[in-house]
């Protein structure tokens, strides 16, 4: 028999072909199941775009702006 079950498939080589991602810290590849970085150390995890919501950024900014306009304008708004 010419059949090598020893070595993956065909089908495995191409599924996982492509498995490394890019640490956002080094820029780097590093194997997509990687839980650290191994060029910086950056740790991957769920929730790894963690930021400030653009609502609440525009939120503060607003209420900052009132702020700034009340007391620059000696406490009367109208």
Not at 35 to 47: M, N, P, Q, S
């Amino acid at each position: 028999m010419d059949d090598d079950h020893e070595g993956p498939s065909q089908a495995d080589i191409e599924r996982f072909s492509n498995i490394t991602r890019t640490c956002r810290e080094c820029k780097k590849e590093v194997f997509d199941d990687a839980a650290v970085c191994y060029h910086c150390g950056h740790a991957f995890g769920a929730k790894e775009d963690v930021g400030m919501p653009t609502w609440a950024l525009v939120t503060t900014g607003v209420i900052l702006v009132i702020f700034l306009v009340f007391i620059m304008g000696g406490g009367n708004i109208f």
